[in-house]
Each structure stands twice: as C-alpha cells, then as structure tokens.
C-alpha cells in the first residue's frame, strides 16, 4: 500500500527533542487548565441567579449534618432511599414556613387595621394622642405642628394622597421580591434534599477534590468552615431565637401589644449583632405609648443587659471556641458578611475569616498551631 502525501502524514512525535516534549506537554496542561477554567466561569455564570439558593442549601445541610448523621445511624433502611432525606428536608421547611405564615397573617390583619385607621383619619382628622401631654420636654412645640398638620382631615388627605402613587410603586416591588425570594427558597429546599440524600458521595469528591488541588492543608481548611458554620449557627441562631423567647416572655408580662409577632421580630433581629436593640427600643416606645413608663425602662434595660451579655460573652465563646477566633475577627466576619454577602453573609463572612486565620497561624506558626 503506498504512502499517503506529505502533507496527510501525522506529526513524527519521537523525532522531537526531550525540550520539544516538554513543550508540547505544558502546552496541553496549559489549554486543559484554561478549558477548565473557562467551563467553570460559563458554569458559574449560568447559575449565578441561584448561587445564594446553593448556599443556603450547603449551609442549611452542614448545620444540621451531625443530626441527620445519627438519623442515619438509628434508621439504616430508610436512609438508604429517599424517606430519611424526604423527612429531614420537610421538616427544616416547616421551620420556615410556619413562623413565615403567621406572620403574614398577623401582617394582614395589621394591614386591615392600618386601612381603616386611614380611611377614618381622612374622614375626620388625627386627634392628637395623649402620650404627648406626658413628655419631659417639647410638649408644646409637638402639639402645635400636630394640631396644624394631623386635626384637619383635608391636611391628612392632602399628605396620604401623595403617598397612593409611591404605595402602589412599593407593593408591586415587594410582590416581585416575594415571588423571587419563594423561589429562591424552593430551590434551596430542593438543594437540601440532594444533599442529604447524596451526602456521602458529595463529602468523598469534596475530599478528593481538596486533596488533588491543595494536598492535606485542603481538608484541614474545609473542617475549619465547617466547624465555623457550626459555630456560627449555634452563635447567631440559637442565641438569636433565645433571646427572642426571653424578651419575648418579657414583652407578655410588660402588657406590650402582640408579644409574640415582636419576639419573633426581636430574634430574627438578635441573630445580627447588636441590632436586637433597635426592637427592643422600639417594643419600649410601644409600651411608653400606652402610659406605661417604669414598665419600658424596665423592658429596655432589661433588653440592653440580654443583648449585652449574649453579644460579648455567649456569641464569641460559641462562635470563637470551634474555630479558635479572636473576638474581632468573629465580629469582622459577621457584620462584614451582612454588609458585603447579604444575609446569607452572616454564615459566610465567620466562615472566610476562619480559614484565613487557619491560614496565618499555618504561615506564623508553622505546623504548630498554639500560639506562643
């Protein structure tokens, strides 16, 4: 059989030097390492809609993974298929949706009760309250602008018509940002549910992956955010929803309005540091409202000393005491994370600054981890 032309005849591969090699061998890492790269930036950006769904999911999934570990333990059978999974997925949604649901509730009735105080405040004016008579200071001045502004209903309906056209703007935004956070939320439910079903295969590639791309230092990093997300959750969370039961119980014996819808509201606001105080503040203006003046100073103290201690001596040692953070760094991480990532920050934000703590101590320290 003749040979074919020249120029159809493939590359003689053993006449090139170990140099050319060489070269042709960086070559192709070179182009696979950028193929690999640019799939995973197209990836990225394909989902990048979703990515906060994906992080709730993987936070969600290593909070409660110690849990669901023991599930598994106690029930081989039905952690084989999907009825374990199935069960722990619904039950953290039910974590969500309950408190969600009555607080819409409680917010359509507020939002009935708001309508027809509007409607009676066009018809015949805003009185002027007498919570204002019982002030230390500006008594007079406040009541003048109220009189001249609040008493006359054309004032009221000049003022509240002004607000129809940016009312209509706003609740159209909020239905859009409901729809879009509900699916986001469905989606992280599902996420949570391969999770847990998946879960094993997914830790061993993450193992793999890590050890493939940074040797053993890989898996320490990936166990220092893990143990951060752990610490974090029973830092903010669990803190936050104790603090909300106290206050909450507190904000019941003070006689406030709706204790409960505010407890709820002063642990979603706890699990941010420091920001629990602004309703507490506002339950204590509440109570001032009804007349009630040694029972708001007593709640708002006793608020500013809850918030005081679970920021400074519970949350650092929780949070801290898993990752061996400094106090700073941990308050770095969170507010940081809120500012930067949004909610889901306050889980990512302790999470970064634990692995780059690791990471100095690792550089400092050598393979010593005590500090000198």
Known sequence: MPAPPAQYRAPETRCLGPKASQRSRRGQELARGTLAAFIGGMALYTVHGFLPAL??????????????????????????????????????ALIFVIPLTLLTLQA???????????????????????????????QATITRWWESHLTDPRNVSGMLGALDSRGVAITKALGAQIAHRGTLFCFSILTLFFLYKDGPSVIRQCRVASCRAFGKRGETIGRQI?????????????????????????????????????????????????????AVGLVSLLILAQGASIASIIIFALGATVIFIADHFVRP???????????LWVLLGILGGAETWGLIGLFIGPAIMAALNLLWRRWTYGNSEAAP
């Open 317 to 327: 040692a929780l949070i801290g005491g898993t990752t061996k953070l400094p106090f």
């Open 226 to 278: 893990v143990a951060s997300v752990h610490g974090t959750v029973q830092g903010l969370v669990l803190v936050g929803i104790g603090e909300g039961i106290i206050l909450g119980a507190a904000y019941m014996i003070a006689g406030a309005p709706h204790p409960a819808l505010f407890g709820v509201i002063t642990a979603v606001a706890a699990m941010i540091p420091f920001c629990a105080l602004v």
């Open 108 to 138: 359509i009735g507020e939002a009935q009760s708001a309508l027809r105080w509007v409607d009676n405040a066009r018809a015949h004016g805003v009185p002027v309250p007498d919570v204002l008579s019982h002030l230390p200071f500006g």
């Open 55 to 92: 992080a709730w999911g993987c936070v969600f999934a290593i909070a409660t993974w110690p849990l669901y570990t023991r599930a598994c333990r106690a029930w081989p059978d039905a952690a084989g298929g999907t009825l374990l999974p199935a069960l722990f997925t619904a039950v953290m």
